[in-house]
Structure formats: structure tokens, C-alpha cells
């Protein structure tokens, strides 16, 4: 099991950035992809950006050009920083890792960190 703590989150004006970081203990495998999911009130969960342990990265088209995903695997931290943001990226965000091994899906989540875009 794995075990994720998010931070960086807060209250921000538009055109403002914040860096979120996801903090992972427990045995994580050599292979695996991390990523950034938000969930607006009322709307379902979705991708913000995925990076693999090998360094490749996805982002949601509404996030490329402004957001960027990173990790340190020495420290075992995952980063997303969030610039431009607009009242539209304002939800909950949260970290998410991803593994397989010997035929077992490992899928874990952290608890959230809200991100407040004000106008």
C-alpha cells in the first residue's frame, strides 16, 4: 500500500500560480505513473496531467501551456505547477499512483488539496 499526502494548495487571484506537491511512502514499485486529478463540485473527477516513472508526461488540453508535472524519484514527491490559473481550474486536486506487478493493479489516492481561483 501506498500512502500520498498532498500540500500547496490555498486561495489564489487569476493569473496567479501555486505549486502542489504529493508526498508518497510505502513501497512504491520502480514502474509506475503518478499524476494530478480535480474534482469541481458537481462534476465528475478528472485528468490534469500524468508522468510516468520513466519521465513522460500527459496533460489534459485545458491545462497545457500553463501547467507543468514533475517528480523527484530520489524523494519520492510529485509536483504540479499551476500557472495563469483561472477561476475555472478552482477544485479539488488530487494525487493519484498507478502500478502493475505479478498481474496486481495498485491504484492509490491522497486525500485532496483544494485550489481556489478567485476572479
Known amino acids: 500500500q501506498v500512502q500520498l499526502v498532498e500540500s500547496g494548495g490555498g486561495l489564489v487571484q487569476a493569473g496567479g500560480s501555486l505549486r502542489l506537491s504529493c508526498a508518497a511512502s510505502g513501497y512504491i514499485f520502480a514502474i509506475n505513473t503518478m499524476g494530478w486529478y480535480r474534482q469541481a463540485p458537481g462534476k465528475q473527477r478528472e485528468l490534469v496531467a500524468v508522468?510516468?516513472?520513466?519521465?513522460?508526461?500527459n496533460y489534459a488540453d485545458s491545462v497545457k501551456g500553463r501547467f507543468t508535472i514533475s517528480r523527484d524519484n530520489a524523494k519520492n514527491t510529485l509536483y504540479l505547477q499551476m500557472n495563469s490559473l483561472r477561476p475555472e481550474d478552482t477544485a479539488g486536486y488530487y494525487c493519484?499512483?498507478?502500478?502493475?506487478?505479478?498481474?496486481?493493479?495498485?491504484?492509490?489516492w491522497g486525500q485532496g488539496t483544494q485550489v481556489t481561483v478567485s476572479s
Open positions: 508522468i510516468t516513472s520513466g519521465g513522460s508526461t
Open positions: 493519484n499512483y498507478g502500478a502493475l506487478n505479478s498481474g496486481r493493479v495498485y491504484n492509490c
